[in-house]
């Protein structure tokens, strides 16, 4: 009878403990549940050769180098540009002096949707977010006493990329840099802004076309130039889970991959140098997880569909910034803390390169000294941790690997359905992926409302008063100096040789030559953003975006 009790109360107990753990389970931001405990019957049947592999070996789970950052640490990038080129290029130089690497240009919104600072639909927004480029010369000004030899240089352009990696060519060329010294990455990735962001200027179609065009120049003028890099960032600043965050990105990166096949490249001729760009959240393991999935899934489609022999062909490389979405106007100090947890996580997930937000991002244009922290908080990460010590510190762990597996899985569902459609192209027509996001920001802002997500500062852990902040402020009379130098510009150049040099472009844009060859021309002939992207919009037309999903 007494044994009997015995094993009464231990059932009992044992029926406790599983309904205490059953009430502890969390979901991931991707859906998933997140169990409490993790042990080997999470990994039962689980292969190590086909899961894992080695660093710097297919299918890539574990890092694209086998030393990682024990050799040396990731690339340290600073995205920052606003005003005018010479406020950008004071603003390059201080990073530098402060140990930058790499540098990261923001464009502001007229030269991104390629309109010139003069242009009516330009006002009002004229270096707001991003440095004003307008010609070769505000490139000249931007990069006056930069070493482009020595300095990799991102560019975040996606409808206008070529236009802007032209402009930095010929600026490298007056700087008497050889084309085939520079190294860096446009963004160029413009199917994304279907989905998330909306800095399209032409359809789908003839984007793609202008995209494979980047690729066969680069391969032949700028082989050591990143062409693209594919982008779930701002898919997830505007609300994707990371499992949708992978799945619509690498998706858009098969699309990218045809287009350029179709077009006659050879695979290996071009997808060594296709780099991706993702977000950082606070929530380590998942985005641990979630770099894993992406690469192992992106190196089984280019061996699987595409036939990639050469092994970079099979790469995921990716930049990561961390998350702005996360970043509150309330208590801005605290942010300081989300970017180091969130920089930490792209660390452990196995960044090639990192940029960290600034504090007081989410209150306006980050000032020098915040933007220095940012800086010394990858510094912190990459000197006075351990986490440079040992190549995938994760590997093996139960937690890590059963979120790796569920990561992908959700992520190859989303791709299937992407894939129903006909691709990524036909999906974004229908609006599928836009619905997708959509619904789950709505879940998000649902579950900070009520309070089931805590923000700290916002909707937990509030002060009575905040405490007053002096931002970084754009002097609104940017807009008049952009316009003055265009109309220097314009009184100036050779109007006949720009003219010609247009002609041939939209010659080019009718049929199937390589448009950017008479589009460097027409640069160099000092013919504007805005004039070029007029000459292509003429051609091709302006997309007008349709939901109908």
């Known amino acids: ?79 920052a540009g606003f005003g005018t080129a010479s406020e950008s290029n004071a ?26 600072s003069d242009a009516p639909i330009a006002h ?22 930069i070493p482009l030899d020595e300095v990799s240089t991102s560019m975040t352009i996606n409808a206008p990329a070529a236009l802007l990696l032209l402009l930095y060519q010929l600026a490298a060329e007056e700087h008497g840099v050889p084309a085939d010294r520079l190294t860096g990455t446009i963004q160029n990735d413009v199917l994304k802004e279907y989905i998330a962001r909306g800095t399209y200027i032409f359809p789908p179609k003839p984007s793609l076309r202008l995209v494979a065009d980047v690729f066969a120049y680069c391969r032949a003028e700028l082989p050591r130039w990143n062409t693209i890099s594919i982008s779930g960032y701002h898919m997830a600043e505007a609300g994707a889970s990371p ?115 600034s504090f007081d991002e989410a209150i306006a244009l980050p000032t020098e000294k ?85 923000v700290v500062g916002v909707n937990r852990f509030r002060l009575d008063e905040e405490e007053p902040y002096e931002p970084l402020r754009v002097d609104p009379a940017i807009e008049a100096r952009q316009a003055e130098r265009l109309a220097r510009l314009r009184a100036t150049r050779d109007r006949a040789a720009m003219d010609a040099a247009l002609a041939a472009l939209g010659g080019a844009a009718r049929g199937t030559a390589n448009v950017l060859y008479p589009m460097k021309e027409a640069l160099r002939a000092r013919a504007t953003v805005g004039e070029v992207c007029d000459t292509l919009r003429e051609v091709w037309g302006a997309y007008v975006p349709t939901d109908t999903f």
């Open 1 to 79: 009878m007494l044994a009997l009790s015995a094993r009464w109360l231990i059932a009992g107990a044992e029926s406790a403990i599983e309904r205490e753990a059953s009430s502890m389970v969390r979901e991931s931001e991707s859906g998933v549940p997140i169990q409490p405990v993790y042990g080997p019957g999470d990994l039962s049947g689980w292969d190590p050769a086909e899961k894992l592999g080695e660093p710097g070996a297919y299918p890539y789970t574990r890092g694209v180098h086998p030393t990682m950052y024990t050799g040396r640490p990731w690339t340290m990038r600073q995205y």
């Open 91 to 116: 603003r390059y130089r201080q990073l530098i002096a402060h140990g930058t690497t790499g540098l990261s240009v923001a464009f502001d919104l007229p030269t991104q949707m390629g309109y010139d």
């Open 124 to 145: 009002g927004e004229v270096g707001r977010v991003g440095v004003a480029v307008d010609s070769l010369d505000d490139m000249l000004v931007l990069f006056d006493g």
């Open 243 to 357: 499992a949708q965050e992978i799945a619509f990105t690498l998706a858009n990166g098969i699309a990218y991959v045809r287009t350029a096949v179709a077009a006659g490249m050879d695979v290996d001729d071009f997808a060594p140098r296709l780099s991706f760009f993702f977000v950082s959240r606070t929530t380590l393991l998942e985005e641990v997880a979630k770099f894993r999935a992406a690469r192992r899934i992106w190196a089984r489609v280019m061996r699987d569909e595409f036939g990639a022999k050469n092994p970079k062909s099979r790469m995921l490389r990716f930049h990561t910034q961390t998350a702005g979405v996360q970043l509150t106007a309330q208590q801005p100090e605290v942010n300081l803390v989300r970017v180091a947890v969130q920089g930490l996580a792209a660390v452990l997930g196995g960044t090639q390169s990192l940029h960290t937000n």
């Open 370 to 454: 915040s933007a220095r922290l940012a800086l010394r908080t990858q510094q912190v990460l990459a000197h006075e941790t351990d986490i440079t010590a040992t190549v995938d510190p994760f590997a093996g762990s139960y937690a890590i690997e059963r979120m790796t597996d569920d990561v992908e899985a959700a992520a190859l569902d989303l791709m299937r359905r992407v894939e129903d459609f006909g691709g990524a192209v036909e999906a974004i027509e229908r609006g599928f992926q836009k619905g997708e996001i959509e619904r789950n920001a709505y879940r998000i802002a649902q579950e900070t409302d009520v309070g089931d997500r805590v």
